[in-house]
């Protein structure tokens, strides 16, 4: 896979997450209606907790991941993403309490036990891709991801501290439809690439 390619997954995979409606986007529209900063200051809390994750995964891939383990993870990662398809399908976006910024995106991604799995699993297989260009290819995934989660919770901050019904109900139904097919297309891309790998 080329760099620009493994990018271009990045941002997708990474749009197709943070699109979802969770804690972490329900925050950030709570928050938002006085602030319209809040999603960047969200952004950073959850980069505080998350790119320690990423980087001490791209260390274990480095050392200890054999091409089986790539496999067996890419294919465990496409079966997690169906799955968020499918819980996309059936969830609505959750109330939270308002809380403030940076700690709001610190406690928002550590107490949400999908984002664990999500590293675990999806994530780490997205870490080990970018093994293959060394540090420039770790920098950027990081540089790709958390720029994905700032420009989308920015927006959603600003566009609640306008309007305290930011979409209506066709407009969410839009962005539930984009993340489920971009979680359906890249999961089962995974579990084919994962199964075939397996079986080499």
Request: glycine residues 12%.
């Amino acid at each position: 896979m080329e760099l620009a390619a493994f990018l271009a997954s990045v941002v997708l995979i990474s749009l197709s997450g943070v699109l979802a409606p969770g804690p972490l986007l329900a925050a950030t529209i709570a928050e938002g209606r006085a602030n319209r900063f809040a999603g960047l200051f969200i952004t950073l809390g959850h980069a505080i907790f998350e790119v320690p994750i990423i980087i001490g995964l791209f260390l274990f891939g480095t050392v200890a991941a054999t091409s089986s383990l790539q496999s067996a993870i890419g294919l465990i990662g496409g079966i997690v993403l169906l799955y968020y398809a499918y819980r996309e399908l059936q969830s609505s976006p959750e109330e939270v309490r308002p809380a403030r910024g940076v700690f709001t995106g610190i406690a928002m991604s550590s107490l949400n036990p999908y984002f664990i799995v999500w590293w675990l699993t999806v994530g780490f297989h997205l870490v080990l891709q970018s093994t293959a260009f060394g540090l420039l290819g770790i920098g950027l995934f990081i540089v790709a991801h958390e720029s994905c989660d700032g420009a989308w919770l920015g927006f959603v901050a600003y566009m609640s501290h306008k309007s305290s019904q930011t979409f209506g109900p066709k407009a969410a139904r839009t962005l539930s439809l984009i993340s489920v097919t971009i979680l359906v297309v890249f999961g089962g891309y995974f579990i084919v690439s994962g199964a075939q790998g397996l079986l080499a």
